[in-house]
């Protein structure tokens, strides 16, 4: 709190809260700073501090005051790390796109991580997109394999709390033979190997032909 006082001769200055002087302590810094001015500090402000305060002046021609009303209010709780929808089982086709999502509450500073079989998923590795925007994380897998069957896990963490929700996908063979990874263009150097990924997907497993254009 800040006033500016003026007078001649200069003026005593008190400072109360509910008409009880205030001293300097602890907790109540009382200053006069340059150009008349001065102020009432309190640090670490408590809800006990809520109140009326008021600056006396006084000088042998007078007395005047001013007052202010102080409201402390109590901090807002912690916000708690909490999962209000978790993941689902998915069931899709192979070649088909998947899709976890579950919805979060919490802090700010939540880290999201997703796991597949207990292991962390390297989106270099598998062909999958991550999204959180703070309250709704997503795990997106293009074009799912047989072999991408299995537990996916969303890991919430902040430094005080975890959490986990998981569930089960389950790709379904496809009838007719079917690529869920397609090869891609490769630079090597000569002398070096070179080696050609792809996946297939059918019922029953297609018969697979290498040529060379």
């Known amino acids: 709190m800040c006033v500016q006082v003026s007078g001649q001769p200069k003026p005593v200055i008190y400072w109360l809260k509910d008409r009880l002087k205030i001293r ?29 305060y008021v600056c006396k002046i006084i000088n042998e021609y ?65 062909d999958c997109k991550m999204q959180f925007d703070g309250k709704r994380c997503r795990l997106l897998l293009r074009s799912v394999h047989e072999d991408d069957s299995g537990c996916y896990t969303c890991k919430l963490s902040t430094a005080k709390e975890e959490l986990i929700t998981s569930a089960k996908l389950t790709v379904i ?24 990924d792809c996946k297939v997907s059918g019922t029953p497993p297609p018969e697979v032909t290498w040529m060379h254009c």
């Open 62 to 126: 007078g007395t005047k005051q001013t007052e202010c009303r102080l409201e402390v209010k109590a901090s807002p709780p912690p916000e708690v790390l909490a999962i209000t929808s978790p993941v689902q089982d998915v069931r899709v086709r192979a070649g088909k796109t998947a899709l976890f999502e579950c919805h979060v509450t919490g802090p700010q500073d939540i880290d999201v991580d997703w796991l597949t079989s207990g292991k962390l998923i390297q989106p270099a590795l598998l």
């Open 173 to 196: 063979p496809s009838k007719e033979p079917l690529f869920t990874r397609k090869l891609e263009a490769l630079e090597v150097i000569e002398g070096r190997s070179a080696r050609f």
């Open 24 to 52: 300097t302590d602890g907790q109540h810094e009382l200053r006069e700073v340059d150009n008349g001015k001065c102020e009432l500090r309190i640090k670490s402000a408590e809800k006990s501090d809520t109140g009326v």
